[in-house]
């Protein structure tokens, strides 16, 4: 028993045996899910230690079988299998993988099954044209006419991989098999078939683009189902891409027009999505006749899903129209549109809207960005719903370029004194993010004038999320407006907390003490901010104190040595020997930290 | 399909009953749900102490070739444990309030099962391989002759470093011989039927959910409660979409509930609900994301002669199913049951009396909670005929070819083996008939509340109490 012990030992020990490897193996099946887990992972390493003739012959049987275990072992071994070429002897023997992954690819379980087609496809390409032929053609098709549809699903992603590299004959049994699988009873398949039917477009020859995959293109694109014909939106651009230009109009426009105003609000949202995609894919012409009328529509939809993806859009389909005659195209269709959307019902609408609107005024210049769309923002600004404020707001730069930022501050700063006092504090926490950004494009001192107490109050908010916040602002704030600035505005006012009756506001004295020192440089440091840290270390609350601690820790870096050995040294001395361990605990991590021991 | 009764074609006869024939009822034993799969090969039924019970249909037996395959136990599980929401101090039931089976998609079965609070989903599937051969230990666990392991790290030594290293050294390794390492096989071994817990889609509801139905897109499932409808897919369980919202801003202004919904079995986009003021509402989910606005209102007008101080608690509707054919629906209220045709919203197409003859008994039937039963109903497969419960462990059956109806009862005393079920009567007259049972002698605490028909064939299932009854036809 005594040798047995020693060997388990050393192989615990990692040193020279395999016996961790035979542990591997046996955990394979062990109840605990985990260590099977663990296993899986480690297959390479098992199949390495057994060779590649035994990993064929048994480790692979074994593993084919094993198939009724958990997602996540599944899922481990369907990936670890993608890998395994080599450990089987090579691309002569990667067809011994097909068995197993075979098995995973008809699992319930759709995040395996992926991972099984995913391994598959990686493996298609080690595969001679003649193994290809022979070994995996024959599982596409065992696949695709399996009986239950979880198989049939998982080979509609195998095709467009197997296609170009075999024969003729074999092209036409593919081609057949996914005209079936787009037919299919189940409408799970049809999803499938659908969603794939872009990529395997792209493989086949021009001539059956036309003849096959238009025609179940259209049939899937009118399915009864509309989860499946909004699948059919998505394979419309890649099909439009691969086709002529004098093709598209009879091949794919009577298909792309019927799903823009199909009845079911999914299809159209799934148009509205893709919206970018389908303009680039069809072309100036089209777009000019067929999608700007589309996307008005889409726009005006009765649906407010479909209105905000269709929102969400404007400006990269402003963005990408024909530049001859863009400016007419949006002034007299898209821009009516915008214009009642800025009023519309839904808040989702708004501010998908106002996460882009900004955008047009590069588009559009400085002219009409005055005339037009200034109103527009300005209406935003004022919007109930904060995140539409939020939206604008957020984006001012893309303004600032074209018109400057005065024209808006005016009403900017109501807004923004608004967001700043908003009951939610997630919304005072979005404005105080974009604090940074708008000091820079309104400039220093108008941000002294209008900002800066909003700035200071926010230090003393009631959420500590804010304060924290607060004091990450002003730190991007000095890094902005520079080190002389800080010390004429804000250094005095967070001094000042220090004296605070509150013991929260002097700890947040301390935190911005801790963000701002470096950017505030050595001189306003140990002049100013040292002494109000090292004075706080006779706080009576504790937490005071061991922040105090955490402090000079911090800001000691920035010191010079003089400094710390003859001001920083001694009073983290005496915390060292604070009644209270916490305090103790930071000041002697702090001493370390410094080196002052 | 042949008719329900009566006529030449056949009778109903007994097969089999499930469950104790103590007099004594565990409250924990009641049946709560009963549904057959798509295929009709299992049956699954649910029970207020939150167990599933799966039956499957035998194959018929070569000694007994007169009866058909009987329905045995194939797999038992507990789906729902009793839980405390600690946050509103609520005891949350593990009574099972619905099964839904999924349709099938590979050799595994799948169903979803509901307590009033939690959907989970189930898969129950077949083992008949174990994996055998350790390294370490020998088949009963116990550690192997330590001389064998040291025996492994003598022969393995040299190979070690190629490990660590990679793959290009794979062909140095295939020389060392490691045959000492044996790798598990896999042996033959008795049939082991799980059940396993898929997914588990919690915290959506508020209120008590009452149904949960499968769409016919294969990937998502609705689920309603008293006041709110939601849309789930089937795969992700940390969120769902909230399409029907029938909560006023006041609580005190609400007048009607949700009392089930059921998706359509062929247009996807397609739902009804039924409310407790006896409409039901057809919503289209290809018109808006949210279906507070119906497309269909399926109403009968009020017989003003017929108005009581009851008229608004009968006429709640307890049960709504869809026909196979997608083209009816059938609704059960405390009295009746109605067959609407989709295309026709101002009355049913057919009414059905259940217990007609309750009807002057309601004052009694309210003042012992009776009246609030919720009843089930269902189609056979052809939806040529309809059936549903009653009290005194009876249930009828409607033709809708024949209109003709009848009533059996499940009970012990005609559970012998082929009995053929002599049809009863309730005498509703002034002079009980022979064979005729009397309004007031009927057993109002034995209910059969719920009932399945077997999708193809002339099998039902109808639970009384603890017991399910399985009848089927008898071919003449």
Redesign the interface.
């Known amino acids: 028993l005594r040798e047995g012990e020693v060997s388990k030992m050393a192989g615990a020990d990692g040193d020279d045996s395999l016996y961790p490897i035979a542990v591997l193996i046996d955990e394979l099946r062990n109840e605990d899910v985990q260590l099977r887990l663990n296993s899986i992972k480690k297959l390479s390493t098992i199949a390495l230690a057994l060779g590649v003739e035994r990993t064929r012959t048994e480790l692979l049987p074994f593993l084919t079988d094993t198939i009724y275990d958990e997602d996540e072992v599944l899922l481990a071994l369907a990936e670890q299998l993608g890998n395994f070429t080599m450990l089987v002897g090579g691309p002569e023997y990667v067809h011994c993988l097909l068995p197993p992954l075979e098995s995973l690819a008809t699992v319930e379980e759709t995040v395996v099954r992926d991972k099984a087609v995913e391994s598959l496809r990686k493996i298609s390409q080690e595969h001679s044209p003649v193994d290809l032929e022979v070994h995996f053609e024959p599982l596409v098709k065992r696949l695709a006419s399996g009986d239950w549809f979880t198989s049939r699903t998982s080979a509609c992603g195998l095709f467009s991989v197997c296609y170009p590299r075999v024969s003729s004959t074999v092209k036409a049994e593919i081609r057949q098999h996914f005209r079936t699988l787009c037919s299919d009873d189940t409408p799970m398949v049809r999803r499938a078939a659908a969603s794939k039917l872009g990529e395997f477009a792209k493989v086949l020859e021009l001539e059956y683009v036309k003849s096959d995959i238009i025609s179940l293109f259209t049939a899937l694109a009118s399915d009864e189902q509309d989860s499946v014909r909004l699948l059919a939106v998505e394979a419309c651009v890649s099909i439009a891409t691969l086709l002529p230009q004098e093709d598209l109009e009879t091949l794919v426009m009577p298909t792309l027009r019927q799903a823009a105003e199909d009845k079911s609000w999914r299809v159209r949202y799934m148009v509205a999505d893709k919206f970018s995609e389908l303009q680039k894919a069809v072309g100036p012409e089209i777009t000019k006749n067929d999608l700007v009328p589309a996307f008005q529509n889409l726009l005006k939809d009765c649906e407010a899903e479909v209105r905000a993806a269709a929102a969400n859009k404007v400006k990269e389909f402003c963005e990408n129209l024909p530049e001859d005659n863009r400016e007419q195209i949006i002034m007299t269709h898209i821009l009516p549109c915008v214009k009642e959307l800025v009023s519309d019902t839904n808040q989702h609408v708004k501010s998908a809207l106002a996460s882009v609107i900004m955008g047009l005024s590069t588009i559009l210049g400085k002219d009409n960005t005055i005339e037009h769309l200034l109103p527009l923002f300005l209406a935003q600004l004022k919007d109930e719903c904060p995140e539409v404020r939020l939206n604008i707001i957020s984006n001012l730069d893309c303004v600032n370029e074209v018109i400057g930022i005065r024209q808006l501050s005016q009403s900017l700063l109501p807004a923004i004194v608004e967001l700043a006092e908003d009951a939610k504090w997630r919304v005072r926490l979005a404005i105080i993010e974009y604090m940074p950004l708008l000091a820079g494009q309104l400039g220093v001192e108008f941000f002294d004038e209008k900002l800066n107490t909003l700035c200071m109050a926010w230090l003393i908010d009631h959420v500590y999320a804010i304060r924290e916040a607060a004091t990450c602002n002003l730190m991007k704030l000095v890094e902005k407006f520079g080190a002389e600035w800080a010390q004429n505005t804000i250094v005095p006012k967070v001094l000042g907390m220090a004296n605070d009756p509150n013991y929260l506001h002097r700890m947040t004295t301390l935190f911005c003490i801790n963000a701002l020192s470096k950017a505030c440089g050595q001189e306003i440091t140990t002049k100013q901010m040292l002494p109000v840290v090292l004075k706080m270390s006779n706080d009576q609350v504790a937490n005071v104190r061991f922040n105090v601690a955490k402090s000079l820790q911090k800001i000691g870096p920035i010191l010079d040595s003089n400094a710390l050995q003859t001001e920083v040294k001694p009073v983290l001395e005496k915390l060292a020997s604070d009644t209270d361990m916490d305090v103790k605990y930071f000041a002697q991590e702090a001493i370390s930290v410094l080196a002052l021991a | 399909m042949a008719g329900v009764a009566g006529g030449n074609d056949f009778q109903w006869c007994f097969s089999q009953v499930k469950g104790a024939i103590d007099e004594d009822v565990a409250e924990a034993d009641i049946i709560s749900t009963v549904e057959f799969n798509y295929s009709g090969e299992l049956l699954a039924t649910g029970d207020k102490g939150g167990r599933v019970v799966i039956f499957q249909h035998e194959q018929e037996s070569k000694n007994r070739p007169h009866l058909r395959g009987e329905y045995n136990v194939y797999s038992t599980f507990q789906s729902h444990e009793p839980e405390f929401d600690y946050l509103k101090s609520l005891e949350i039931e593990e009574k099972i309030n619905k099964i839904r089976w999924l ?6 079965h ?1 169903l979803l099962s509901t307590n009033d609070k939690t959907i989970k989903l189930w ?1 129950i ?1 077949e ?1 008949d ?1 174990r ?1 055998e051969g ?4 020998d088949e009963d666990g116990r ?1 192997r002759d ?2 064998r ?2 025996s ?2 003598v ?3 040299v ?5 660590i290293l990679s ?1 290009t050294l ?1 062909d140095n ?2 020389k ?1 011989d ?2 000492t ?6 042996m033959p071994m008795d049939l082991m039927v799980e059940a396993s817990p898929r997914r588990i889609f919690a915290n959506a509801h508020t209120y008590h959910i009452n149904s949960i139905s499968v769409n ?4 998502t499932y609705l689920s309603a409660d008293d006041l709110r409808i939601n849309l789930w897919h089937l ?1 992700i369980t940390d969120r769902s979409f909230n399409i029907v919202d029938i909560k006023p801003a006041n609580m005190e202004e609400l007048t009607e509930v949700i009392t089930a919904a059921e998706c359509h079995p ?4 397609v739902f009804v609900y039924s409310s407790s003021k006896g409409t039901i509402r057809l919503c289209d ?5 949210l279906c507070d606005r119906h497309s269909k209102f399926f109403e009968e007008p009020e017989d003003p002669s017929s108005r009581s101080f009851f008229s608004e608690i009968i006429s709640s509707i307890s049960d709504v199913k869809f026909s196979h054919s997608g083209r009816y629906m059938m609704t059960r209220d405390y009295l009746s049951v109605k067959v609407w045709d989709l295309n026709m919203e101002n009355r049913p197409v057919e009414t059905y009396q259940v217990h007609e003859y309750l009807r002057s008994k309601l004052c009694s039937l309210y003042e012992n909670d009776c009246i609030f039963d919720k009843f089930e109903c269902c189609w056979n497969g052809s939806d040529s005929a309809i059936m549903t419960g009653s009290y005194n462990n009876f249930f009828r059956m409607f033709d809708r070819n024949t209109r003709r109806d009848i009533t059996l009862e499940a009970s012990r005393e005609s559970s012998k083996p082929r009995a053929t079920l002599k049809p009863r009567k309730v005498s509703t007259g002034g002079k009980r008939k022979k064979d005729e049972i009397s309004v007031d002698s009927l057993d109002f605490n034995k209910k059969i509340l719920h009932t399945a028909w077997h999708p193809k064939d002339n099998v039902i299932a109808v639970a009384a109490t603890n017991n399910l009854y399985i009848f089927q036809d008898k071919i003449n």
């Open positions: 349709p099938q998609q590979n050799a595994a799948f898969k599937s083992r391989k994996a350790y390294n370490l230990k550690l330590p001389f392991i040291t492994l790290r022969c393995l030594a190979p070690q470093t190629c490990l793959m794979c390794f295939s060392i490691c045959c390492f044996q790798v598990p096989v896999l016919s897109d294969h990937e795969e062929h247009q996807c986009n989910m290809r018109a808006a994301a």
